[in-house]
């Protein structure tokens, strides 16, 4: 099947069909529909309208930049400020997820803050940005820094948020996979582009961006960027991604593969090989079916947790932890 992205360029409508995608009408799989708005200046007027009309096509996450109200001396608000408020109403009337990044004020300090609001309008979930970038600790007050990157599980599947500048400390991510998120929402001020394939690759989550940049970027779980569009106006993107699909090394799981594909031919498909990295991807293809769950069943490994289920007893075989070993030189 192939997935249709509906675009708004510069408020000049425009329909582009792209690639082959694991997504599809009906309940194959577990689709999330995903709306993301890349602007700089709006007011909040203006991006309530666009949200008014685009969830009107049906959305289960809308994602917009960061601190898109502004982060200077006179943008901050609180929690339950004008800007959630707002995103509040829309959130609830459209049946939709929101996340809405604020320059939070709490009790005189400042936070880099996205903040996500459930289908019902509640603030359900807030990341605080772990690595501000330098001209934050500029402002006055200066921006506080973020202690952790939480996992939420939302009805569709495992979220997290990165935001801009954490895009350039690996950790961050690796914490985010390690939770198990399925897909990983990085509301930004610049595009950043590759690096983020390099997070997608290595942890096997989707990635999808809102920038300020005026651009959208969205990552596969094998790192292929699958959709990347810009606009000179308000960048309106919607995707579809599939989070049933699983990504497998060959080691240890193709005789259980072939076994699943052979009892369960026409409700489960090989979708991608990558041979040289010696991965493949599984998908469902009849509705009400689900490949993890099924290959959970014949024993198949993900190859996230293959990679740490490999990093942990070879740990245990060597008697130390070689992450934590590793001195400033690489010398343990």
Not at 177 to 184: F, I, K, R, T
Not at 282 to 305: F, N, T, W
């Amino acid at each position: 099947m192939k997935i249709i992205h509906t675009l708004l360029l510069g408020f000049a409508m425009t329909t582009i069909v792209t690639r082959a995608t694991p997504t599809s009408a009906g309940n194959i799989g577990r689709p999330v529909r995903i709306l993301s708005l890349s602007f700089k200046g709006e007011s909040l007027d203006v991006i309530s309208k666009i949200i008014e009309r685009e969830a009107t096509q049906g959305v289960d996450l809308i994602v917009l930049p960061e601190t898109w109200r502004g982060q200077n001396n006179k943008s901050m608000e609180p929690l339950d400020g004008p800007t959630t408020k707002a995103m509040s109403v829309l959130a609830k009337k459209y049946n939709t997820y929101i996340v809405s990044p604020i320059d939070q004020e709490d009790t005189g300090q400042r936070m880099n803050s996205a903040v996500l609001l459930d289908r019902r309008g509640r603030v359900v979930f807030v990341y605080h940005k772990v690595f501000p970038y330098w001209s934050e600790f500029n402002l006055k007050p200066k921006v506080n820094v973020g202690q952790a990157a939480p996992v939420y599980k939302a009805d569709f599947g495992r979220i997290g948020i990165a935001t801009c500048f954490d895009v350039n400390f690996p950790e961050v991510w690796r914490s985010l996979a390690d939770q198990g998120a399925e897909l990983v929402l990085w509301p930004s001020a610049y595009s950043a582009g590759t690096t983020l394939q390099a997070h997608a690759l290595n942890n096997h989550y989707y990635i999808v961006t809102a920038t300020g940049t005026r651009d959208s970027q969205v990552y596969d779980i094998t790192g292929e960027r699958i959709l990347d569009q810009t606009s000179k106006g308000v960048n309106v993107a919607h995707v579809t991604l599939d989070l049933d699909r699983g990504i497998y090394h060959e080691n240890f799981n193709l005789a259980k593969r072939d076994k699943l594909l052979k009892e369960h031919r026409g409700e489960v498909e090989v979708e991608k090989a990558l041979p040289r990295e010696q991965w493949f991807v599984l998908r469902a293809v009849r509705p009400g079916v689900s490949a993890r769950a099924l290959a959970h069943q014949y024993g198949l490994e993900e190859l996230r947790d293959y990679v740490d289920r490999s990093r942990r007893d070879i740990d245990a075989m060597r008697g130390w932890s070689f992450a934590e070993k590793v001195d400033e030189r690489g010398q343990p």
